[in-house]
Structure formats: C-alpha cells, structure tokens
C-alpha cells in the first residue's frame, strides 16, 4: 500500500494550491483521510481530516480558506487550499488508516510528503 501526495509548490501569499494524495496497491477498505503538516522546528499538526461519508474536520487555523474532499472511487484525498498565508509553509503529508483484507485491522499509512512555500 502506498500513498502519492502531489500539488506542493512555491506560492505568493493570497494564492491558492491544491494537493492529491493517492492510494495504491491492495485495499480493501480507508477509513478517514487527512492532510498533517510540518513546519521547520515545530511538531507535526492535523491540518484536516474527512471520513468515509464526506465529513469533515479543519484546524482552526485553516478555517474557512482550506477545503478537504475525497474520491471514493479512485481513492484519492484533496486538499484545496486558498489565501494561503506565509504561516502556511510546511510540509504537507497526507494520512490514512488501510485495511488490506475483509479479515484485517485498519493499519495506518503516510504520504511521503509535499513541500508548499508561501513567500513573496
């Protein structure tokens, strides 16, 4: 099981950027999807998360300028992202817990990561 995270960049403050993160390989079922992101020298944070049934959870910081959806079909999270804020630079990698088979228990897997920089 692998998850592709894509979409990063470098941004002026007041864009917009979208990430996708992708899963692959033997699923047999995704519980929540979620964005965490990484800033130089602090801890890792939950950005947002969305449940199997499209629900939906942000940081307060990120209230009202990101949005978190998903793809059942293709498996796929996104994170659409607007007025992007220079306190918005970190690392974003995406989350899930995957079970593999019918038997199975949910394990849970991460992105490799994707660097979005907001600077003028």
């Known amino acids: 099981v692998q998850l592709q995270a894509s979409g990063g960049g470098l941004v002026q403050p007041g864009g917009s950027l979208r990430l996708s993160c992708a899963a692959s390989?033997?699923?047999?079922?995704?519980?929540?999807m979620g964005w965490y992101r990484q800033a130089p020298g602090k801890q890792r944070e939950l950005v947002a998360v969305v449940t199997s049934g499209g629900s939906t959870n942000y940081a307060d910081s990120v209230m009202g300028r990101f949005t978190i959806s998903r793809d059942n079909a293709k498996k796929t999270v996104y994170l659409q992202m607007n007025s992007l804020k220079p306190e918005d630079t970190a690392v974003y990698y995406c989350?899930?817990?995957?079970?593999?088979?019918?038997?199975?228990?949910?394990?849970?897997?991460w992105g490799q990561g994707t660097l979005v920089t907001v600077s003028s």
């Open positions: 989350n899930a817990p995957i079970k593999t088979n019918s038997g199975g228990v949910f394990q849970n897997y």
């Open positions: 390989g033997r699923i047999f079922s995704i519980n929540a």
